[in-house]
């Protein structure tokens, strides 16, 4: 039987904790992306919208699935040669990059530019997930970076939506 949505989220929540990336930490990667654009944003507004990305069912699972395979890959326990690819990071594995695009496509087009950007930057704390010195990763890392880019999206969505509303665009005069 499926676990409650509410249940999934806090379990996603305290395995993201005890892999190294406390919620605050995905925010700061919002705050960061969408600082420039959104006039006023706040860290509690970035933090509400990564905790929304995360009452996904389909962000739930791919978390699980990716921090199991991370988790198994550290204790060596993987079967040859997935174990290898997981635990060196190779970099033409590509099914890390993959399970993050269910990801980024949760709130449109704008989640793609966001997270090849934040991938680039290894901003915060994708830093210290790429440090292999600090664990296997691979598929967290990319994780990190999808949900960030998703909540910069809706952010994104949601100020240009105020926008309009105080503005519509029916609103012009005819001249007649
Ligand atoms: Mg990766």
Known sequence: MQPRSQ???????RL?????????EIARIVMFLQQDYIPALTLEACLESVHAVLCKREVQNALLTGIQLDMLAEEGRLIAPL?????????????????????????GSIGFTNYGYV???KHGILAWLNDK?????TFLDDLVGAIA???????AHRARQAEEEKEPCGKHTTGA
């Not at 249940?7 to 929540?13: A, C, F, G, L």
């Not at 174990?83 to 709130?107: K, P, T």
């Open 16 to 24: 993201l904790e005890k892999r190294g990336v406390p919620v605050e």
């Open 133 to 137: 010195r600090n664990g296997v990763h």
């Open 83 to 107: 174990q290898e690819l997981i635990a060196s990071d190779e970099s033409l594995y590509g099914i890390d990059e993959v399970l993050s695009l269910a990801i980024v496509n949760l709130y």
């Open 7 to 13: 249940e999934m989220h806090q379990t996603v929540i």
């Open 149 to 155: 880019a998703a909540a910069s999206s809706r952010l």
């Open 119 to 121: 991938d680039k930057l």
